[in-house]
C-alpha cells in the first residue's frame, strides 16, 4: 500500500519520468510491483469520442500519439487499497476522493467501479452501476457483474480510457510514450 508520503502516489508523470532514470530496468520493476493504471486525458473536446461508439484500443492509441507532445496529459495509478476507503474487500475507484483509486474527470461517477483481488493474482472489476458505464476491451460491463481482465487490458471509465499495467509494461510504455531522450535528459 503506498503511503501518505509516497510521491508517486498522485499520479504525476514527471515523478515517474524520475523513477525511470533513478533505477535500472530491474530495479524499477522490482520496486513497482503490482498492477497500474496509465490514464490518458484527451486535451481537446475535438479529441473526445463519444462513449458509445468508442473503439477503445484506436482511443487509447490516439490518446498516446497526442500525449507524446504533452505528456502532462498522462498519469499513472497504482491498483491498490488506500487508507481513505471503508471497503476491506474490494478497491474501490471513481471521482470522489474516499476512493481507492481516484479518477477525476466528469464522465466518472463518484463510485464508479470496485475491483478485486482473486485467487492467484487474478483481478476482477464490476460496474456498481455508474452512469457513464465501464468498458473492459471494449465490451460493456453489466452493472454488478464481476468480469475478470489482465495486465494490457483496455479500461474505459465513462470517456477516460485507461491501460493496465504490471511494473514491467508501465516502465517500458512510459519510455514509448515520453520518449527515452526526454527520461534520460530530464525534459
Not at 85 to 90: A, G, H, Q, S
Amino acid at each position: 500500500m503506498a503511503g501518505e508520503g509516497d510521491p508517486l502516489t498522485d499520479g504525476d508523470i514527471q515523478r515517474w519520468c524520475a523513477e525511470l532514470r533513478r533505477w535500472s530496468a530491474e530495479e524499477f520493476t522490482a520496486r513497482h510491483q503490482g498492477l497500474f493504471l496509465l490514464v490518458g486525458q484527451p486535451s481537446s473536446a475535438s479529441e473526445r469520442v463519444d462513449f458509445e461508439t468508442c473503439d477503445a484500443h484506436n482511443y487509447l492509441a490516439k490518446l498516446t500519439r497526442a500525449s507524446r507532445s504533452d505528456h502532462d496529459e498522462l498519469r499513472v495509478l497504482r491498483i491498490e487499497k488506500s487508507s481513505r476507503n471503508p471497503y476491506t474487500d474490494r478497491i474501490s475507484l471513481g471521482r470522489a476522493r474516499n476512493c481507492d483509486v481516484v479518477i477525476r474527470h466528469p464522465s466518472v461517477s463518484k463510485l464508479h467501479a470496485h475491483i478485486r483481488v482473486e485467487a492467484g493474482e487474478r483481478y476482477t472489476i464490476a460496474d456498481v452501476g455508474s452512469h457513464n458505464g465501464t468498458r473492459v476491451d471494449d465490451r460493456p460491463l453489466v452493472p454488478h457483474k464481476p468480469e475478470p481482465f489482465m495486465t494490457g487490458s483496455v479500461i474505459s471509465f465513462g470517456t477516460v480510457v485507461t491501460q493496465v499495467l504490471n511494473g514491467e509494461r508501465l516502465r517500458r510504455e512510459l519510455l514509448r510514450l515520453v520518449g527515452p531522450l526526454s527520461v534520460l535528459s530530464g525534459r
